[in-house]
């Protein structure tokens, strides 16, 4: 069964770090670009940051500021979402998501997240 | 990096079709074809719904439909059923090599 699974949410203080993970199984990890995806309580979804097959381009939104660092480890099927400097506003579900990576014709679909994990909540608060 | 416009929420009867916009700029959705649909359940992750503008993964009824004019993608839900009823969300790959998501449109089947 193709899975994704997140773990390592939690309760951290403001200005504090938490280090997210996304165990993958299924499929060819290695083969696909992968994402975090974030949602606040009752709101809408929000892009965080994805992360290219071999690891050479990672991109983010730019309400991060650069607080937050993605990578994975290919051979343990594993992504992975380093948060420092945490803030109230970051309090949220995190998504592991899949970048599907249509293929037709010689071009690739892009921002089409086909597989998505069940959430890790993040809750930021004192 | 501002998120794609969406409607807040839509409704209509079961049977009846429906439309969702989702607008955006010349920077996301005007300049690709990379736009994707959304649909979410209360307490559930995201499911693809329609990719690449128009185009439905494997599994998805073909009462979704997408198109794209401008800098203005739709999702058209033909047939409404009681099951559709649920939080519809576009995205966009953009120029800055990023990814911008839609507001959000709450669907309620009368």
């Known amino acids: 069964e193709v899975q994704l699974v997140e773990s390592g949410g939690g309760l951290v203080k403001p200005g504090g770090s938490l280090r997210l993970s996304c165990a993958a199984s299924g499929f060819s990890f290695s083969s696909y670009s992968m994402n975090w995806v974030r949602q606040a309580p009752g709101k809408g979804l929000e892009w965080v940051s994805s992360?290219?097959?071999?690891?050479?381009?990672?991109y983010y939104a730019d309400s991060l500021k650069g607080r937050f660092t993605i990578s994975r480890d290919n051979a343990k099927n594993s992504l992975y979402l380093q948060m420092n400097s945490l803030r109230a506003e970051d309090t949220a579900v995190y998504y592991c998501?899949?970048?599907?990576?249509?293929?037709?014709?010689?071009?690739?679909?892009?921002?089409?997240?086909?597989?998505w994990g069940q959430g890790t909540m993040v809750t930021v608060s004192s | 990096q501002s998120a794609l416009t969406q409607p807040a929420s839509v409704s209509g009867s079961p049977g009846q079709s429906i439309t969702i916009s989702c607008t955006g700029t010349?920077?996301?959705?005007?300049?690709?074809?990379?736009v994707s649909w959304y649909q979410q359940h209360p307490g559930k992750a995201p499911k693809l719904m329609i990719y690449?503008?128009?185009n439905r993964p494997s599994g998805v009824s073909n009462r979704f439909s997408g198109s794209k004019s401008g800098n203005t993608a739709s999702l058209t839900i033909s047939g409404l059923q009681a099951e559709d009823e649920a939080d519809y969300y576009c995205n966009s790959y953009t120029s800055s090599s990023t990814v911008v998501f839609g507001g959000g449109t709450k669907l309620t089947v009368l």
């Open positions: 010349s920077s996301d959705v005007g300049d690709y074809n990379y």
């Open positions: 690449d503008v128009s």
């Open positions: 992360i290219s097959t071999t690891s050479d381009y990672r």
């Open positions: 998501a899949r970048d599907a990576g249509y293929c037709s014709g010689g071009s690739c679909s892009l921002a089409a997240f086909d597989i």
